[in-house]
């Protein structure tokens, strides 16, 4: 099973960046890294994904280790609306049995 | 717009009564999946179709079917509903695997 390993909670200052780490160490070659959010009663939101490099795009940044074993994603200037549950999942080539886990739980303190 | 979309949102029904879950995507999306989340469980996949007539069990199909007749639909069926599957479900989408995936707004159903 695609497991990952995140802290349960971490908290940021509002406008300071914000580094949530991820490890997944029995992921294989072809497994993309994708981070999710879900905010309060909403479904989960796409964040961002990568492979090998690191990867950016107008909502964060993914750091992805060399070995690929963990990976960073970096929200730059974190805002109230940031507060959320942060997955980070990767699939096999079928997604297979994708496992979201309990995932970190991000505050953000004005 | 875009959208995944689920109905009914909210759904309160009684145990062994049957009942569908819809799911629907404006996106022309190959792959459609169905979660549910638990307190304390996080989210489990229950069913997984990577095209038109191809489904696949997730972590806990125990309990429920699928179909997917339609690229745009893959509802899923509660044959007899038991109070443990009373959940907050999720439906998703996406181009195909390894992909950006598009969630619904979730459907919370309770079996009493």
């Known amino acids: 099973d695609a497991k990952t390993t995140q802290p349960n909670s971490m908290e940021s200052n509002e406008e300071e960046p914000v580094h949530l780490p991820c490890n997944h160490s029995?992921?294989?070659?072809?497994?993309?890294i994708h981070w999710y959010r879900q905010l309060p009663s909403q479904g989960p939101e796409y964040v961002i994904h990568?492979?090998?490099s690191n990867v950016n795009n107008r909502m964060a940044s993914l750091a992805i280790a060399e070995d690929r074993k963990s990976s960073t994603l970096i929200l730059h200037r974190a805002t109230l609306r940031d507060a959320a549950v942060y997955y980070c999942?990767?699939?096999?080539?079928?997604?297979?049995?994708?496992?979201f886990g309990p995932g970190t739980s991000l505050s953000v303190i004005p | 717009e875009a959208q995944v979309t689920q109905n009914p949102r909210y759904l309160i029904t009684v145990t062994g009564k049957k009942l569908t879950v819809t799911c629907s995507q404006n996106?022309?999306?190959?792959?459609m999946s169905w979660y549910r989340q638990d307190p304390g469980l996080g989210l489990r996949q229950i069913y997984y179709s990577m095209n038109v007539e191809v489904t696949d069990k997730g972590d806990v199909p125990e309990g429920y079917k699928v179909s997917r007749k339609e690229k745009r639909n893959f509802p899923l069926i509660l044959e007899s509903p038991s109070p443990n599957q009373t959940s907050l479900y999720f439906c998703?989408?996406?181009?195909?695997?390894?992909?950006?995936?598009?969630f619904g707004q979730g459907t919370r159903l309770t079996v009493v």
């Open positions: 990568g492979l090998t």
């Open positions: 029995t992921i294989s070659g072809t497994d993309y």
């Open positions: 999942i990767y699939g096999g080539a079928s997604y297979d049995k994708v496992i």
């Open positions: 996106m022309n999306h190959e792959y």
């Open positions: 998703a989408s996406g181009y195909r695997v390894g992909t950006e995936a598009f």
